[in-house]
Antibody, heavy 123, light 107 residues
Framework: EVQLVQSGAEVKMPGESLKISCKGS????????IAWVRQMPDKGLQWMGI????????TYSPSFQGQVTISADKSISTAYLQWSNLKASDTAMYYCAIGLYYVGTFQGAFDIWGQGTMVTVSS | DIQMTQSPSSVSASVGDRVTITCRAS??????LAWYQQKPGKAPKLLIY???SLQSGVPSRFSGSGSGTDFTLTISSLQPEDFATYYC?????????FGQGTKLEIK
């Protein structure tokens, strides 16, 4: 079974750093794009960025460029999203998701999602 | 960035109704569009990719159409489990972007 399992909920203070994880299993981790998506409380989905674990090729949404770092460790089939200076406005649910491929071509959509990691930043 | 605008933002409908949700891109995206369903407390679920391709396991009452800048998601006969929020997402170019969502509520 293909699945993504994300790390647990976090409660942090403003200014702290954080790294959350997304572990893939049941598929070839290095060959599929993984995206990160933010959902602030009672708000819509925001596409943050994407990584190709095979070569760590990464693209960020301008809204998140410089605010977060996306990385992957293919030796343990795990993608990461990290912050160095958390703000209250980073409070949100964060999802990772695997890119959908059809006949070997990435379709730009995401068909397998992690369960989400809730990050709460509060003083 | 390509902006995605969904309409309506919310809609009330009854079981058995036919419902259409529209998504408009700020520039042409060919057929690089996906639709997702999200229920409260759950991760999004992919329904449609490439504007009109039904994802495996998704009921055939869901269909998508459109190309260029205008797209629609149609649910032919609403079922109780379809009441949720729906999002479109463009996949034409990075950064990918989502519409603001359409909440489908029970009338």
């Amino acid at each position: 079974e293909v699945q993504l399992v994300q790390s647990g909920a976090e409660v942090k203070m403003p200014g702290e750093s954080l790294k959350i994880s997304c572990k893939g299993s049941g598929y070839s981790f290095t060959n599929y794009w993984i995206a990160w998506v933010r959902q602030m409380p009672d708000k819509g989905l925001q596409w943050m960025g994407i990584i190709y674990p095979g070569n760590s090729d990464t693209t960020y949404s301008p809204s998140f460029q410089g605010q977060v770092t996306i990385s992957a460790d293919k030796s343990i089939s795990t993608a990461y999203l990290q912050w160095s200076n958390l703000k209250a406005s980073d409070t949100a649910m964060y999802y990772c998701a695997i890119g959908l491929y059809y006949v070997g071509t990435f379709q730009g959509a995401f068909d397998i999602w992690g369960q989400g990691t809730m990050v709460t930043v509060s003083s | 960035d390509i902006q995605m605008t969904q309409s309506p933002s919310s809609v009330s409908a009854s079981v058995g109704d036919r419902v259409t949700i529209t998504c408009r891109a700020s520039q042409g995206i060919n057929s690089w569009l996906a639709w997702y369903q999200q229920k409260p407390g759950k991760a999004p679920k992919l329904l449609i990719y490439a504007a009109s391709s039904l994802q495996s396991g998704v009921p055939s009452r869901f269909s998508g159409s459109g190309s260029g800048t205008d797209f629609t998601l149609t649910i032919s006969s609403l079922q109780p489990e379809d009441f949720a929020t729906y999002y479109c997402q463009q996949a034409n170019s990075f950064p990918y972007t989502f519409g603001q969502g359409t909440k489908l509520e029970i009338k």
